[in-house]
């Protein structure tokens, strides 16, 4: 049976790390984690699945990564957050938007072609088209858009720090403004990236390594442990870089260069439910909510 898991860690007062303890809490049957974001105070989360002859999509949200309240019956996917709005994308092609994640407002695109990216930079957010690159949406509230010309070529649209990056190709670009891109100088290939009082690391696709940089030019290849898998997820929560792989490992790091692995082993009776997985999302106090490898969600305290 496959199942979704709710996982909420407990912090002990000891010299172990808050990644080191993990209390397993079942949640949902039958439903395939789709994608999460914590934004405005909140967990959202969207799942998706059959459970016998009913459909099991939904959008839950919560406060504290425990207790969770479903709030729309749909799922949704690629969330992003800005300018006090939490944004998603639905079946439409069309966005979904939400304050809190209780109550959603749906539009519908202006275009015919499906939804490759969202982000969020500059106080707008942007979508990236899954047919032609080169051409984009862009909104501040999310329901009027703009149609952008750029100059991109494939790839998904992130925004880290002070520029939008594309993600996923072989040459990374990257822009100030979100229209004019040039090549991200000796950035290779990457699918997430993550900044941290002027140092940014990159989660690189064609090895099993990290790329680091104080610059954006000059990045230095670090290999943060045996365990690290290629194509994995980095973000900075409080003051430091969290990631994670396809293992059951996290890592953490306050510098990018040296970084702590924990392992960890959860089991619901018979069945292994792996963590790791390719998101995290930072939350209230420094928990973080990840979609893992076995259909789990992990919830665990920063320090």
Known sequence: MRQLVLLLVVCLPALAGPLDFWTPQPAL????WSDEIFANGRFVISIAGQNGAVSNNAI?????????KRTREESASRFTAGNGLILAAVAGPAVISSVDGQSWIAKRLPVPWGIRSIT??????????????SVTLSSADGLTWDIVG????????????????????????QSFDGTTFQPATNLPS???????DGTWVAAKTDDASLAV??????????SPSPFWA???????????FIASTS???????TNGLKWLDHQVEIYNTTTRFGLGGPRLVGGNNGPVLTGAAQFSFCNFGGH
């Not at 106080?123 to 032609?132: A, E």
């Not at 494939?154 to 990374?172: I, M």
């Not at 990457?190 to 941290?196: E, G, H, Q, V």
């Open 120 to 133: 969020f930079g500059l106080g707008r957010f942007w979508i990236l088209n899954d047919t032609d690159p």
């Open 60 to 68: 839950l949200v919560s406060e504290d990564g425990a207790a969770w």
């Open 213 to 222: 940089s104080t610059n954006a030019i000059d990045w230095t290849t670090v």
């Open 190 to 196: 990457f699918s997430s990236i993550a900044y941290l």
């Open 29 to 32: 049957t039958n439903a395939l």
């Open 230 to 240: 290629r194509s994995g997820w980095v973000f900075s929560n409080g003051q430091r």
């Open 247 to 253: 293992a059951n490992f996290f890592f953490e790091s």
């Open 150 to 173: 750029t100059n991109t070529w494939g790839g998904s649209l992130v925004f880290c720090h002070d520029r939008f990056w594309t993600s996923g190709t072989a040459n990374p670009l």
